[in-house]
């Protein structure tokens, strides 16, 4: 196979015992790697047995608190485990450095007890981050990497990535609602992985709060919609609110099947998708 996509974390800010929070795994070529950092996502990732040394790059959809919590995480637990200084890679749109380098400095006093501690360590964290804009390209462990614009306002920058190896392509949105940029973005694809809401029930529950929701996420009809406009072969749903509870799969996906005649994976943690 020539991608492989892992949903490591397929929750949303509400907390939930079986969803981790928002995290994807993108296995292609030589390359492995994380799609945001949600709650959660150093212990998914030992669930498929991948180690935060071994990923190629981190890439960030947006800097929501859900999408980048557990960064921390990642960079520490990478760090600990590296026998000789090996930059972490982190690409994100503008504001990720800021990100970055507040969590480091948040990590000082600990990064301070390690070197006094372990003899051998004798350097910091290394991260190299890389700020992104539309339509920037790079390569990763022999996979093209496009980035496109997503619109997720009054959250800005946000940008989804679509990842390409050996004629497989899959389109990683993040948080959006539909837009010209995710159209780009999954043009085609073989798997498509976006956050979604079931508005018709969030608009029954009284909280304005989950109301305000509503205008930056897509529905799951609007997935749909994308999915078939883009002409998508499957479409993977994540980051679920209300939580996705289990016997309700089949309500999530009709939903989408009345606008969309793919494949329709109602995905729960470590559910892996393969580009045939
Ligand atoms: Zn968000
Ligand atoms: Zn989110």
């Not at 930059?87 to 400095?105: C, Y």
Request: proline letters at 6%; charged letters at 20%.
């Amino acid at each position: 196979m020539s991608i492989e996509v892992t949903l490591l974390g397929t929750g949303s800010p509400l907390p939930n015992p079986d969803r981790a929070g928002p995290s994807t795994l993108v296995r292609a070529g030589d390359a492995t790697l994380l799609v945001d950092c949600g709650r959660g996502v150093v212990m998914r990732l030992a669930g498929v047995g991948v180690l935060p040394v071994a990923l190629s790059a981190v890439l960030l959809t947006h800097l929501h608190s859900d999408h980048i919590t557990d960064l921390n995480d990642v960079i520490t637990t990478q760090w600990v485990m590296t026998t000789a200084e090996s930059p972490l890679r982190i690409f994100g749109p503008p504001g990720t450095q800021q990100v970055v380098d507040a969590v480091l400095h948040m990590l000082t006093l600990d990064q301070q007890y390690r070197l006094d501690h372990h003899a051998d360590l004798d350097y910091r964290p290394a991260v190299d981050v890389t700020e992104v804009g539309p339509r920037d390209t790079f390569d990763v462990g022999g996979a093209q990497i496009t980035v496109h614009e997503t619109d997720h306002r009054p959250v800005t920058p946000t940008v989804g990535y679509r990842i390409e190896h050996d004629g497989a392509a899959a389109a990683l949105a993040g948080d959006t609602v539909p837009c010209t940029g995710l159209d780009e973005l999954c043009a085609n694809t073989d798997i498509y992985v976006q956050a979604v809401i079931r508005a018709d029930l969030v608009k029954l529950i009284p909280n304005q709060r989950l109301q305000d929701i509503l205008d930056y996420h897509s529905s799951v009809e609007q997935a749909a919609q994308t999915a078939a406009r883009a002409g998508v072969k499957k479409l993977v749903f994540t980051h679920y609110v209300p939580p996705l509870m289990p016997g309700q799969e089949d309500e999530w996906r009709a939903q989408a099947a009345a606008h969309f005649d793919g494949e329709i994976v109602v995905a729960d943690d470590l559910t892996t998708v393969t580009a045939d």
